[in-house]
Nanobody, 122 residues
Framework: VQLQASGGGLVQAGGSLRLSCAAS????????MGWYRQAPGKERELVAR???????NYADSVKGRFTISRDNAKNTVYLQMNSLKPEDTAVYYC?????????????????WGQGTLVTVSS
């Protein structure tokens, strides 16, 4: 199983970006999907998460500005980021808890994407 994140870049404060993360491989089902970020010198933190029933939760710092969504048919999770601020600058990582085929078994585990850099200039 691999997760491929995309959509990062450089944007001015107040601008928008949309991140995508697609899972590929021998996937049986995807449970929770989420986005984390890590700014220089800081710990990785949860940004937003969406469960398989569509329930969402957000970090307080992004509520009302970011929206997480998922397309189960495409095994993809999105993060729409609006009204970006310089403090949103970080490497963003997608995370998916999924069940995959492992020979004759099913394996449930956490998977991480490679990270995509978001830079917000003031």
């Amino acid at each position: 199983v691999q997760l491929q994140a995309s959509g990062g870049g450089l944007v001015q404060a107040g601008g928008s970006l949309r991140l995508s993360c697609a899972a590929s491989g021998s996937i049986f089902s995807i449970h929770a999907m989420g986005w984390y970020r890590q700014a220089p010198g800081k710990e990785r933190e949860l940004v937003a998460r969406i469960t398989d029933d569509g329930s969402t939760n957000y970090a307080d710092s992004v509520k009302g500005r970011f929206t997480i969504s998922r397309d189960n048919a495409k095994n993809t999770v999105y993060l729409q980021m609006n009204s970006l601020k310089p403090e949103d600058t970080a490497v963003y990582y997608c995370n998916e808890q999924l069940t995959s085929y492992a020979g004759t078994y099913l394996l449930t585990d956490d998977y991480w994407g490679q990270g995509t850099l978001v830079t917000v200039s003031s």
